[in-house]
């Protein structure tokens, strides 16, 4: 069994993650809270409450579960933020310097990608690999706060970047179009909840970087045209047309998404198509990507909710997939990669 840790950013998160039957045990605490008023995630504060719920998840994994059966003990190296992810790995070097079991160092964003796997492995343990090699390659979307990229799996399991975002995350493009709203944090949620009611065509807000031939993203431009709309409008009118304008703000977001996923569809046959990363959690994506991967006549696999945010259950899970010694970092020399990429230098 792997007991995994989590603490790349502002979720504090530990797992046990039971090969033969799945997803033993998930203990996560979510700072939102504490960093609502600020408006986005604060480093330090983030640390010290790494600092202090790391024992408090532990304790409680512990006695619901016990230790007795771990045999490896998985970490967030990176990336990430480098305060949050070193009070990660000295917890996991520790717990398994107390356990006698090694530690391997997981990359986040490989995590990200292997998580819509984690609910087929659940339905059928003993049948998982020879039903993983059928979904590869893969074509993935990993959209959250911090990252937007389009990668590929390969037969190998490797991780093989397709594309990034030149500036923005979605997500981030999402949290600072609430922002300017005046919404709440983080702005994701809030504006898809808005715009359940508004007119998606309501605003023509810029899709950004069209071209067929370039693959990356980015979301400046479309945070910009929200801001310009808005000066033009009074703030009675803003509140009468918030669901107009999160319907339309959400609906380009998941365009520009929707539109370089299908490029690289076309580009290549593959097996399956997934989803995963905070923004994964929204409908209308979830929607919108199941109707691309129909017609492209592939199986599509999308995160769980509670493993498209950060968890440490798909730490767990990323670990036991490399199980055969791809792209683990292991041992106690293990240091934090903040800036790794995330075929951890195999893409
Ligand atoms: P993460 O970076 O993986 O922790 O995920 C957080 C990001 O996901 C933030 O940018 C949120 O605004 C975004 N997010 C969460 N839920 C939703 C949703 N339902 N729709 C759109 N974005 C969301
Ligand atoms: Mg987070």
């Given at each position: 069994m792997i007991l995994a840790l989590e603490s790349s950013c502002d979720e504090t998160a530990v797992a046990i993650f039971n090969p033969a039957v799945g997803m033993v045990g998930e203990w996560i605490h979510s700072q939102i809270a504490l960093h609502e008023k600020h408006g986005g995630v604060v480093p330090d504060l983030a640390t010290r409450e790494h600092l202090r719920k790391f024992p408090v998840l532990?304790?409680?994994?512990?006695?619901?579960?016990?230790?007795?059966?771990?045999?490896?003990?998985?970490?967030?190296?990176?990336?990430?933020?480098?305060?949050?992810?070193?009070?990660?790995?000295?917890?996991?070097?520790?717990?398994?310097?107390?356990?006698?079991?090694?530690?391997v160092g997981i990359n986040h964003l490989r995590a990200h990608a292997f998580s819509p796997f984690i609910s087929l492995h659940a339905e059928s343990p003993e049948d998982f690999d020879a039903a993983l090699e059928k979904l590869l390659p893969h074509l993935a979307l990993i959209v959250s706060g911090g990252n937007t990229l389009?990668?590929?799996?390969?037969?190998?399991?490797?991780?093989?970047?397709?594309?990034?975002?030149?500036?923005?995350?979605?997500?981030?493009?999402?949290?600072?179009?609430?922002?300017?709203l005046g919404l709440g944090y983080p702005g994701g949620p809030f504006v898809e909840r808005l715009a359940r009611t508004g007119n998606a065509e309501a605003y023509d807000f810029p899709r950004g970087m069209g071209r067929r031939d370039n693959l990356d993203f980015s979301f400046s431009g479309l945070k910009t045209s929200l801001r310009y709309?808005?000066?033009?409008?009074?703030?009675?009118?803003?509140?009468?047309?918030?669901p107009d304008l999160c319907a339309s703000y959400q609906q380009a977001v998941i365009d520009a998404l929707m539109r370089k996923l299908k490029f690289a569809a076309e580009q290549q046959d593959y097996a399956s198509m997934g989803l995963s990363g905070g923004v994964a959690n929204n409908g209308l994506l979830r929607t919108s990507i199941t109707r691309l991967?129909?017609?492209?006549?592939?199986?599509?696999?999308?995160?769980?909710?509670?493993?498209?945010?950060?968890?440490?259950?798909?730490?767990?899970?990323?670990?036991?997939?490399?199980?055969?010694?791809?792209?683990?970092?292991?041992?106690?020399?293990?240091?934090?990669?903040?800036?790794?990429?995330?075929?951890?230098?195999t893409d």
């Open positions: 532990l304790a409680q994994a512990r006695d619901e579960f016990g230790f007795a059966g771990i045999t490896r003990v998985a970490v967030t190296q990176g990336p990430g933020l480098a305060a949050c992810l070193a009070i990660g790995v000295a917890s996991a070097k520790a717990l398994a310097t107390a356990l006698k079991v090694p530690v389009l990668i590929e799996i390969d037969r190998n399991r490797r991780i093989r970047v397709i594309s990034t975002t030149r500036d923005d995350a979605a997500g981030e493009a999402l949290d600072k179009g609430a922002k300017l709309q808005l000066e033009k409008m009074s703030e009675a009118e803003v509140a009468a047309k918030l991967a129909n017609q492209q006549r592939i199986p599509v696999l999308l995160a769980a909710p509670r493993h498209t945010g950060d968890n440490a259950g798909m730490i767990a899970f990323a670990a036991w997939i490399d199980r055969t010694g791809v792209d683990v970092t292991s041992g106690m020399g293990l240091e934090i990669n903040p800036d790794a990429t995330p075929g951890n230098g």
